[in-house]
Structure formats: C-alpha cells, structure tokens
C-alpha cells in the first residue's frame, strides 16, 4: 500500500503465504513444481476476488534477518531463474495490497495480522501458499483459534510430496474446519465451517 493509505474494509480477505520465496532451502526442489502449479492457480483466484473487492494481504517469512524489507525480496525473486522468479512475476504484490513479514511459520505469529483483520472488519479468510504442511497449516490452525471462517483452496497450496498435502488438507478440513474445495468453486462468501469439498 502507499504510505498513509488508510486500511480497506474488507469482510473477506485473501492470505498469500510465503509465494514470495527464494526457495534456497533443503527440500525446495521437491516443492517448487507444486508451488509454481499452485502459483497460477491463486493468480487466477485473485482476479476473480479482485471482482469482489476482496483485499490482498501477503505475508512472507523474514528469513531470520530482522533487517528484511518486503519489497527488496520480491525483487531479487523476481530476478531469478525457474520457479522463484516465475512464481514472483505471477504473484508480485500491487500498490493496493498490503505485506508484512513474519518471523515464524505462522502468519498471525508476532505480526500484526490480527489488527489488521480487525481494522479491515474481515471475518473470513481465503488461504493459499506454501507450504501446505507447515506454514499455511499453523496459519489456519491460529485463524481457527480466533473464529475465523477459512477457505484453504486445495489447487492454490503445495507441498513438498502429494501425501504431505493430502494430510495437511485432510487436517486443516476435519480439524480446523476449513473449507478446501478448489480455487474453481464459486468465490461468493460462504460460511466455511462445516462444509465439505
């Protein structure tokens, strides 16, 4: 957002979660071809929301350096090669979404992500990123510890093998009571809790 811009309202809002992402990490390449399918598919999701005036958030791991500014990250991914700078080129955030950085899996830990959503007035959250089975899990995991409804669109997540999203979908649908039908189901607000794929 441009400096000073004041908080959109917004009763649904769409979580991006990590997209933003070097992938240098143990294990990236197993997870790159998942995320870069999941990338294309939340593309097409935000422009649908974006018909609906849904607000976009990001949030993004700070790598452990404290010094970390969201948008030199989204530069230098947008410069690499392979999926980091295509997934990048996909998803770079607008002028109207807002970014935060986090220094933990989940993206309500020690952010103001809560504040945010309450400022906005948003009572459910539209879920995707990576990884299925660590950071978008506890993120939906702490939005169902504070009642939020929760869309987790299984085509816009991905993990590092097919069984670990399969278990994390399976996870976040029957315990936390997310809705995970895919990115194609129809966008309108739906109450989440308790509806199946």
Known sequence: MTPHAKVPRSPRVLLLVDF??????????????????????TLKLR???DREKVA???????????????????SRCIDMDGPPGEIARLLAPRATDITLLKPRHSAFFATPLELLLDQMGAREIVLAGVAADMCVQMSAADAFLRDYKVWVPADCIAAETAPAKAAAVKYMKDVLRCDVRPSTAATRSRSARGTTP
């Open 47 to 49: 422009e649908k929301l």
């Open 56 to 74: 976009v958030v990001y949030a993004n791991d700070n790598y452990g350096v404290w010094q970390s500014d969201f948008h030199s990250l989204v």
């Open 20 to 41: 933003i992402n070097p992938l240098d990490f143990p294990g990236a390449e197993k997870l790159a071809p998942g995320a870069v399918r999941a990338a294309r598919a």
